[in-house]
């Protein structure tokens, strides 16, 4: 059972950046599947970034509102995920989780419902 525990959140002007940390515990996380997603007020719970394993060629993909401002990466000697965000908008103000999947295919990448492990949420508020 892995369990994820997402910090690095809080509030910032636009324009600002961030990193978000995913800590993963109970399994090596390396070989999983990694993904950010987020949930604002109202709103359904979206995809933001993935980044496979090594199965998966280590790919990153990324949803297209935060393609070139934002970077997913992974720290496996930390057994972490990293969401860097840079060049925050308003729009980006959500709560965001961290996500894992030891198997899961292409397709249902950007689905939360393929994710089995998921964190608590981190709050990240921009302010224009």
């Known amino acids: 059972q892995v369990q994820l525990v997402e910090s690095g959140g809080g509030d910032v002007q636009a324009g600002d950046s961030l990193r978000l940390s995913c800590a993963a515990s109970?399994?090596?996380?390396?070989?999983?599947?990694m993904a950010w997603f987020r949930q604002a007020p109202g709103k359904e719970r979206e995809f933001v970034a993935v980044i496979r394993g090594p199965r998966g060629g280590n790919r990153s993909f990324y949803a297209d509102s935060v393609k070139g401002r934002f970077t997913i990466s992974r720290d496996n000697a930390r057994n972490t995920g990293d969401l860097q965000m840079t060049n925050l908008n308003a729009d980006d103000t959500a709560v965001y989780y961290c996500?894992?999947?030891?198997?899961?295919?292409?397709?249902?990448?950007?689905?939360?419902?393929?994710?089995?492990?998921w964190g608590q949420g981190t709050q990240v508020t921009v302010s224009s």
């Open positions: 109970g399994d090596t996380v390396r070989t999983y599947t």
């Open positions: 996500a894992a999947s030891s198997t899961i295919i292409q397709s249902s990448l950007r689905l939360p419902g393929a994710y089995a492990y």
